[in-house]
C-alpha cells in the first residue's frame, strides 16, 4: 500500500516465559505449532532466557522462577499510532475519503436497507455500509434494531520514566501476565490482562493497575525504582466465544467487523481485506464464513483463545 512510516523500532525478539512444568508443556505445544505453521519459534530453557534477561528475578524468594519459555527472534513491536497514519496515508493517495471528528448519529434506513448515515456534520448517502468501530460497535447497529453479543472492558497500559537501554527485546510472564518492553525513548512499556468489569470508561481500575505492576516488579524488582510516567486504558470488545464477527447484521446492506478484543492490531489487515471483500460482493469470502453472527444461533462457535496465548 506505500505505506512509509516507520513502523517498527528494533527489537530482539519476544518471550513468553513459564514458570511452572504445566505452563512448560503449553510453551511447548506453542512452540510446536508454530513450527508446524513455519513459524521459527522455538523453546528455550531457564538459562538461555537468563542470559537473554540478566535482570530477571531469580531469588530465592521468587515467586515465579522462569523455567524456560518460547522464543521468536523475529518479533518485534509496532508503532499503533504510525501504523494507522500509514494505512490512512495510504488510503488517501488511492482515493478514500477520510472524515475526521465525524459522529454517526443515525442510521438511514429505507424499504428495510440501509441507505447511509446522519452525521454531525450531514448526511453521507450508501447502499452499503461497514460498521467498523470496535467497543461502539454495538451502540451504532443499536439504531438499526439489531443486538450483538459483545462486551466491553478495558485495557491499561503504562510507560515508566525513560532509563538507559537494559530491555532489547519483549517479554510476556505467563505465571503473571504481565509483559514488558523498552521503547527507543528508554521508557518501559508494560500491561496485562483486561479489567475484569465492563466498562467503556478509558481510565481502568486500580486491583488491575495493582496486578499488573506486581507483576513487572515480580520480573524485574529493579524497576520497583521507576516513576511512572503515564497510564491509560483503550475499550477492547470481547465476543463469547473470544472471536471476531465479521458478516451482514440488521437491515440489509449494513456489514460489521467487530469483536476482536486485543487482537484487532494485528489481525485488521486481513480482517480488513475481508470486509472489503463482503461489502464488495454483498456476500462472504470462504474465510469470513464462518465468523457470521449465526453463529450464535447454530452453535458453530470458534473458540480460538488459546490460538493468541491470551483469554480475551
Not at 14 to 40: F, K, S, Y
Request: aromatic fraction near 6%.
Amino acid at each position: 500500500m506505500g505505506v512509509t512510516y516507520n513502523i517498527m523500532f528494533s527489537q530482539r525478539g519476544m518471550m513468553m516465559a513459564a514458570h511452572t512444568p504445566g505452563q512448560m508443556e503449553t510453551a511447548t505445544r506453542i512452540a510446536n505449532a508454530m513450527q508446524l505453521n513455519g513459524v521459527d519459534g522455538r523453546l528455550m530453557s531457564g538459562t538461555e532466557a537468563q542470559n537473554l534477561f540478566p535482570l530477571l528475578n531469580t531469588s530465592e524468594g521468587a515467586r515465579y522462577k522462569c523455567m524456560g519459555g518460547v522464543w521468536q527472534g523475529r518479533g518485534g513491536v509496532a508503532r499503533h499510532d504510525a501504523v494507522a497514519w500509514g494505512y490512512a496515508r495510504a488510503a488517501s493517495d488511492l482515493g478514500v475519503d477520510i472524515i475526521e471528528n465525524c459522529m454517526v448519529e443515525d442510521l438511514i434506513i429505507q424499504d428495510g436497507r440501509i441507505a447511509g448515515v446522519e452525521t454531525n456534520r450531514g448526511t453521507i448517502r450508501a447502499d452499503r455500509v461497514g460498521v467498523t468501530a470496535a467497543g461502539a460497535t454495538p451502540g451504532i447497529v443499536a439504531l438499526a434494531g439489531a443486538e450483538l453479543p459483545i462486551l466491553n472492558y478495558a485495557l491499561q497500559a503504562f510507560v515508566s520514566e525513560p532509563v538507559k537501554p537494559c530491555l532489547d527485546a519483549v517479554l510476556l510472564y505467563l505465571g503473571t501476565g504481565t509483559y514488558v518492553h523498552q521503547s527507543d525513548k528508554g521508557e518501559l512499556v508494560f500491561g496485562g490482562g483486561i479489567d475484569r468489569v465492563p466498562t467503556h470508561g478509558q481510565r481502568g481500575n486500580l486491583p488491575a493497575q495493582e496486578a499488573i505492576i506486581a507483576g513487572l516488579l515480580e520480573m524485574f524488582p529493579p524497576f520497583g525504582q521507576l516513576k511512572m510516567l503515564r497510564q491509560w486504558a483503550g475499550v477492547v470488545d470481547v465476543v463469547p466465544d473470544s472471536s471476531p464477527v465479521i458478516g451482514p447484521v440488521g437491515p440489509e446492506g449494513l456489514y460489521i467487523n467487530c469483536g476482536w478484543g486485543t487482537g484487532g492490531f494485528k489481525a485488521i489487515p486481513a480482517g480488513g481485506w475481508l470486509l472489503a471483500h463482503l461489502i464488495a460482493n454483498g456476500e462472504h469470502h470462504e474465510i469470513s464464513r464462518p465468523f457470521d453472527l449465526d453463529r450464535f444461533v447454530t452453535g458453530r462457535l470458534i473458540d480460538e483463545a488459546a490460538g493468541s496465548g491470551i483469554s480475551h
